[in-house]
């Protein structure tokens, strides 16, 4: 299929040092992943008991730095769309997205992103393609009308979920409320779609373990799922629920937090 990036042809070396060392194999699956349920809010209680829902929103945060919100005001019809969208644009041929050719051409140099050049093994490859790019670089997309609607109607409710989140979060941490309105903006604010092509290899790394170094990061996951953090030294991972958004606290935000620099 002419769309998927060439994974095997690129770090064949790799795989092939990989499987020809068993130790590797063995490593990968000494790692488990536990089934748990992160903790669920439901953001239609802040107009009957806010004061409730937003301590537990700032608990889910001090104890998980993850947690699932529903009734989070993006539209599921919204949601859909924008999966449908991702489909077209990840299934364009690999020699036009390696080259931002078509939707890729007016964005921002590396917008589309796939592997890792400098992996020296397999556990610093993320076997997944990605296009990364600013709010602000959804205006440019002329020649696109759809897939831009529906980019600037996403980018409108995220923006404005992650305000709502975060001044509840600052509120009960006793920080100053607006500070995400004074230094947050759709020029540092970013989207990012994730694909992940089918791996001959079993355990391999979808997304390297990594953490998230920005303020908020608001999730979708699809019903296939995948997603899975990390909680008391194990991996947990996050089963997918269709009405729900998952939000990880960034680093930034616990740096801010920590040292009231709100």
Same mark, same amino acid.
């Given at each position: 299929?002419?769309?998927?990036?060439?994974?095997?042809?690129t770090? %064949?070396?790799?795989?092939?040092?990989?499987?020809?060392?068993?130790?590797?194999? &063995? /490593?990968?699956c #000494? !790692?488990?992943?536990?089934?748990? /349920?992160?903790?669920?809010?439901?953001?239609?209680?802040? !107009?009957?008991e806010?004061?409730?829902?937003?301590?537990?929103?700032?608990? =889910?945060?001090?104890e998980?730095?993850f947690f699932?919100?529903?009734?989070?005001g993006?539209?599921?019809?919204?949601?859909? !769309?924008m999966?449908? +969208?991702?489909k077209?644009v990840?299934?364009?041929?690999?020699?036009n997205? !390696? $080259?931002?050719? @078509?939707i890729f051409s007016?964005l921002s140099?590396?917008a589309?992103?796939?592997?890792?050049?400098?992996a020296t &093994?397999?556990?610093q490859?993320s076997?997944?393609? @990605?296009?990364?790019?600013?709010? $602000?670089?959804?205006?440019k997309?002329?020649?696109?009308?759809t897939?831009?609607? &529906?980019?600037e109607?996403?980018?409108?409710?995220?923006?404005?979920? =992650?305000q #709502?989140?975060?001044?509840i979060? @600052?509120?009960k941490l006793?920080?100053k409320s607006?500070y995400?309105?004074?230094?947050?903006?759709? %020029?540092?604010s970013?989207?990012?779609?994730?694909?992940?092509?089918?791996?001959?290899?079993s355990?391999?790394?979808?997304?390297?373990?990594?953490?998230? $170094?920005?303020?908020? $990061?608001?999730?979708?996951? /699809?019903?296939v799922?995948?997603?899975?953090?990390?909680? +008391?030294g %194990?991996?947990?991972?996050? %089963?997918?629920?269709p009405? @729900?958004?998952v939000?990880?606290i960034?680093?930034l935000?616990?740096v801010k #937090?920590?040292?009231?620099?709100f």
């Amino acid at each position: 299929m002419d769309y998927e990036p060439p994974f095997l042809e690129t770090y %064949k070396s790799l795989v092939q040092k990989h499987l020809g060392d068993s130790r590797n194999n &063995n /490593d990968y699956c #000494s !790692s488990t992943v536990e089934r748990c /349920d992160i903790p669920l809010i439901d953001l239609g209680r802040l !107009s009957v008991e806010r004061e409730e829902c937003m301590r537990e929103i700032a608990e =889910a945060a001090r104890e998980w730095g993850f947690f699932q919100v529903v009734n989070h005001g993006i539209p599921q019809e919204l949601l859909k !769309s924008m999966q449908i +969208d991702q489909k077209k644009v990840f299934y364009q041929p690999f020699v036009n997205k !390696s $080259t931002q050719q @078509a939707i890729f051409s007016t964005l921002s140099a590396k917008a589309y992103r796939w592997g890792n050049p400098f992996a020296t &093994n397999l556990r610093q490859l993320s076997w997944s393609e @990605a296009l990364h790019f600013y709010v $602000t670089d959804i205006s440019k997309m002329d020649q696109h009308e759809t897939l831009r609607s &529906n980019l600037e109607g996403f980018a409108t409710s995220m923006f404005s979920l =992650a305000q #709502s989140l975060s001044e509840i979060l @600052a509120c009960k941490l006793n920080a100053k409320s607006n500070y995400f309105r004074e230094h947050c903006w759709p %020029k540092s604010s970013f989207i990012r779609l994730n694909r992940y092509p089918p791996c001959p290899i079993s355990k391999m790394h979808g997304l390297i373990p990594h953490c998230d $170094t920005s303020f908020l $990061t608001i999730v979708h996951q /699809d019903h296939v799922g995948g997603l899975q953090l990390m909680k +008391d030294g %194990k991996w947990v991972a996050v %089963k997918p629920n269709p009405h @729900a958004l998952v939000v990880n606290i960034g680093d930034l935000f616990q740096v801010k #937090s920590q040292h009231h620099l709100f």
